[in-house]
């Protein structure tokens, strides 16, 4: 029973680098979400979807790109890595979001230098 | 707008002693309340959710009441034991904002034997 699954778990970037954040998830969910967490900040919402072929931005997208071509998979792309996106990453899917919980997957640590 | 505070940690206390992590929160509608908890190197994890006042949510010994009127969703566990050491999250999701988990600053616990 696999749920999300991140990869990577560590990555090391240069600044001007570009690199994508996988995720995937086996439970059929529509929703996928991308969270940053920063320390003192708690987790900070970069992009969303609501299903296949539909993405928006949360609360601090720029910067990052995502794509939503399956239900399964939900990559987060950098397109130019800065210090500032020095961070850790959460990919979370959730059946619906009103009343049930939303799946973390194991996280991906990410440092720009 | 929507927010959730949560109390500053770390907090430190003693096995066995009673556990308070205060969450208040601000909502332009009637959101649903969760509690989820981050162990150490692991994703975030739903410890128990609450979804309309007065509505009591309840796991692993953990308790956390819907108080409307206060605005809050108070964590509490009447005998804490080594291994509830984590970080805890207040978190919020309203119905008119699909797949946006609104979460506090994160609280660390740390339980001495």
């Known amino acids: 029973n696999a749920g999300v699954t991140q990869t990577p778990k560590f990555q090391v970037l240069k600044t001007g680098q570009s690199m994508t954040l996988q995720c995937a998830q086996d439970?059929?969910?529509?929703?996928m979400s991308w969270y940053r967490q920063d320390p003192g900040m708690g987790l900070r919402l970069i992009h969303y979807s609501v299903g296949a072929g539909i993405t928006d931005q949360g609360e601090v997208p720029n910067g990052y790109n995502v794509s939503r071509s399956t239900t399964e998979d939900f990559p987060l792309r950098l397109l130019s890595a800065a210090p500032s996106q020095t961070s850790v990453y959460f990919c979370a899917s959730s059946r619906d979001t009103v009343n049930t919980e939303a799946f973390f997957g194991q996280g991906t640590r990410l440092t720009v230098v | 707008g929507n927010s959730v505070t949560q109390m500053e940690g770390p907090v430190t206390l003693s096995e066995e002693a009673f556990l308070t992590i205060n969450c208040t929160y601000t909502a332009t509608g009637y959101p649903s309340l969760f509690w989820y908890v981050q162990y150490p190197g692991e994703g975030l994890q739903l410890l128990l959710k609450?979804?309309?006042?007065?509505d009591k949510g309840s796991n692993k010994g953990f308790e956390a009441t819907y108080r409307k009127e206060t605005t809050s969703f108070h964590l509490e566990k009447g005998s804490v034991q080594v291994s509830d050491s984590a970080v805890y999250f207040c978190?919020?999701?309203?119905?008119?904002?699909?797949?946006?988990?609104?979460f506090g600053s994160g609280t660390r616990l740390s339980i001495r034997p």
């Open positions: 439970m059929n969910h529509e929703y």
């Open positions: 609450a979804t309309k006042a007065d």
């Open positions: 978190a919020l999701i309203l119905y008119s904002s699909a797949s946006k988990i609104i």
